[in-house]
C-alpha cells in the first residue's frame, strides 16, 4: 500500500517552454503533498506543501509564479515549471501524507532543459 | 542550521547488522525522529519513526536515547539492496514537513 507515481519519469523541453509533472497517489487520498527538488550530489530540498482545495505553500526562495502547484484532489497533484530555463534541470519528487505522520515519495521526474 | 548529524558513509557486510547513528542534540519535546533512505536515481523511502520509545518493523528498529538526544537506525541483516543513503530528519508531530541533510552514504559490502 502506500504508493506513489509521477508521470513523466524523464522530460527534456526547450528553454522557455512550461513542462507539468503530476504525482498521483495511487491507493490512498493523500491530505497533504508535497514537492521537493534535487540537484546532482545534494540532498532534497522542500519546494512547496500543498493540500488539496487550497493555495500551496513555497518555502523561502521558491518562485510560486515559476513553480505552479494545483491539487485538484485528493490523489493528484501537478507541478508545472514555467518558462523553464537550464538552471532548472533537476531531479523533481513529490510525496505525500496518507493522514499519519510518515510521507510515501513518488519515484521522481527528472528534468533537463536545453 | 541542522537538527542532525550523521556520519558521512559507512560501510557493513551482508548479512550483518547496520548501525546508523544519529545525533539530534536540541530536539524539542515535540518532535519526532524520523528515517528515510534514498536508493541512486529514486525518491526517498520511509523506513520508521519514533517519538521516544524503541520501535520495530519489518524493515529496521530504531533505537532512541532516554534523554531523546540521539538515536540509532539498526537493519538487522543488511543486503547489497541497503546500499543507499539514509537520512535521519526531526520533525514536529503539527509541521509534517522534512528537511534533509546530507545524510549517511552506506554502503553493504559483499
Known amino acids: 500500500g502506500a504508493v506513489v507515481s509521477q508521470h513523466p519519469s524523464w522530460v527534456i523541453c526547450k528553454s522557455g517552454t512550461s513542462v507539468k509533472i503530476e504525482c498521483r497517489s495511487l491507493?490512498?487520498?493523500?491530505?497533504?503533498m508535497f514537492w521537493y527538488r534535487q540537484f546532482p550530489k545534494q540532498s532534497l530540498m522542500l519546494m512547496a506543501t500543498?493540500?488539496?482545495?487550497?493555495?500551496?505553500?513555497?518555502e523561502q526562495g521558491v518562485e510560486k509564479d515559476k513553480f505552479l502547484i494545483n491539487h485538484a484532489s485528493l490523489t493528484l497533484s501537478t507541478l508545472t515549471v514555467t518558462s523553464a530555463h537550464p538552471e532548472d534541470s533537476s531531479f523533481y519528487i513529490c510525496s505525500a501524507r496518507t493522514g499519519g505522520l510518515e510521507q510515501y515519495f513518488g519515484p521522481g521526474t527528472r528534468l533537463t532543459v536545453t | 542550521d541542522a537538527k542532525t548529524t550523521q556520519p558521512t558513509s559507512m560501510d557493513c557486510a551482508e548479512g550483518r547488522a547496520a548501525n546508523l547513528p544519529c545525533n539530534h542534540s536540541t530536539i524539542s519535546g515535540n518532535e519526532y525522529v524520523y528515517w528515510y533512505r534514498q536508493i541512486h536515481s529514486q525518491g526517498p523511502q520511509y523506513i520508521i519513526h519514533g517519538l521516544k520509545n524503541n520501535e520495530t518493523n519489518e524493515m529496521a528498529s530504531l533505537i532512541i536515547t532516554e534523554d531523546r538526544k540521539s538515536s540509532t537506525l539498526i537493519l538487522p541483516h543488511a543486503t547489497l539492496r541497503d546500499t543507499a543513503v539514509y537520512y535521519c530528519?526531526?520533525?514536529?508531530?503539527?509541521?509534517?514537513?522534512?528537511?534533509f541533510g546530507a545524510g549517511t552514504t552506506v554502503t553493504v559490502r559483499a
Open positions: 530528519i526531526v520533525s514536529p508531530s503539527n509541521d509534517y514537513k522534512l528537511s
Open positions: 500543498s493540500n488539496e482545495g487550497s493555495k500551496a505553500t513555497y
Open positions: 491507493d490512498f487520498q493523500a491530505t497533504t
